[in-house]
């Protein structure tokens, strides 16, 4: 039963003590975040990842997360996802043949003037490539100072792997959508009318398929059903919907903005159903909603449950490492350089 999982999964971690650390992120479920030893957005587990002296990490999360772990940790310390299914379909979106005939093409059209971003929703393999080109990586609580250290460095920029927020992040630096390009990695194709010499922002086709689901036609009918309703959007959304939300930002942002609300204000949330459960949960006196009635869970995050996590505990209380995540050496050296220089800023 859930009772007795829960139950030896405590007993597990005490027998560990401070030689285990379980980083989880806001859009696990309940029952795995109620064992984290810290919660947090992408940026916020990268930092506590990177001080952490604990010998294994078991990463509830997503394989992205837990490879920037690893690449963070020190070579001594284990990084284990409790299901290995737990992956991203955003960072799926772009693959080093994809990232290396993009750049070629790129490189022929703008030669030394683009520097390449990436979302840290990406694989470690794409951050080595960007880290490689004297790039950084971003998260959603720092995008607007990257974009502007990127543009400080070079002319224009590619933003890997999620056009929304690199769409979303640009606009708000006032940089115009007609100075925005979109790569397409299947077509392998720039797609834009007009002068690319005007071109600013190169946008990698890609996008979050549980952001995708919050609609303009799902503000519409927040707008004439509860008039009174804030709506408040995470910048993976199109571009459409955050303009006529009436604020983006992180996840980190969305939850501080409502703990700061007054009691009695209404929202309706644009992000992934478990964050967006929890915070109802935790706000009792606020009226809190999904702006997608269909909720819009992140299946991969899903995966990752008491089953899973109580396996990995079992078999590592046997001593047997089960999942491990480890970033080949060259790769995670290259992809740290990106990480670095993004922590650095931060
Ligand atoms: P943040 O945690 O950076 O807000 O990212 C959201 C997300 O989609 C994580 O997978
Ligand atoms: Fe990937 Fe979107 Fe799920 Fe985050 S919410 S892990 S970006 S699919």
Same mark, same amino acid.
């Given at each position: 039963t859930d009772q007795e999982m829960t139950a030896r999964i405590r007993e597990i971690k005490r027998q560990f003590g401070d030689a285990l650390f379980i980083p989880g992120h806001h859009y696990q479920k309940d029952e795995v975040i109620q064992f984290a030893d810290a919660t947090g957005d992408s940026l916020q587990l990268a930092q506590v990842s990177a001080k952490q002296k604990a010998s294994t990490i078991i990463f509830c999360g997503v394989h992205f997360m837990a490879e920037t772990a690893d690449i963070l940790s020190a070579d001594d310390q284990q990084v284990i996802l409790p299901d290995?299914? &737990?992956?991203?379909? !955003? &960072? #799926? !979106? &772009?693959? #080093?043949q994809q990232t290396d005939a993009a750049?070629?093409?790129?490189?022929? +059209?703008? &030669? #030394? /003037? +683009? +520097?390449?971003? /990436?979302?840290?929703?990406s694989t470690a393999s794409i951050k080595a490539f960007v880290g490689r080109n004297g790039g950084a990586t971003v998260t959603s609580s720092n995008s607007k100072k990257m974009v502007g250290w990127a543009l400080e460095q070079k002319q224009r920029l590619l933003f890997l792997p999620d056009q929304h927020l690199g769409r979303n992040t640009a606009f708000d630096l006032g940089i115009p959508l007609d100075q925005m390009a979109v790569w397409d990695p299947i077509k392998r194709k720039l797609e834009y009318d007009g002068d690319y010499q005007r071109i600013k922002v190169i946008l990698w086709k890609g996008q979050c398929s549980v952001h995708e689901n919050f609609t303009v036609k799902n503000i519409e009918q927040i707008r004439e059903n509860h008039p009174q309703m804030q709506i408040i959007v995470h910048p993976e959304c199109r571009h459409e919907v955050v303009q006529k939300s009436d604020k983006a930002g992180s996840t980190k942002y969305i939850i501080e903005t409502i703990e700061k609300a007054e009691s009695g204000t209404e929202w309706a949330i644009g992000t992934e159903m478990n964050l967006v459960n929890r915070i109802r949960k935790v706000h009792p006196d606020k009226k809190i909603i999904s702006l997608n009635p269909y909720m819009c869970p992140c299946l991969t995050m899903n995966r990752i449950d008491l089953p899973h996590l109580l396996w990995v505990m079992e078999e590592l209380e046997q001593g047997t490492v089960c999942n491990e995540i480890k970033v080949e050496k060259t790769i995670a050296n290259d992809a740290k350089m990106a990480l670095d220089r993004m922590l650095q800023l931060s």
């Open positions: 290995l299914r &737990a992956g991203c379909s !955003m &960072a #799926d !979106m &772009a693959n #080093d750049w070629q093409e790129l490189q022929n +059209i703008f &030669a #030394d /003037t +683009i +520097i390449p971003l /990436t979302y840290v929703n």
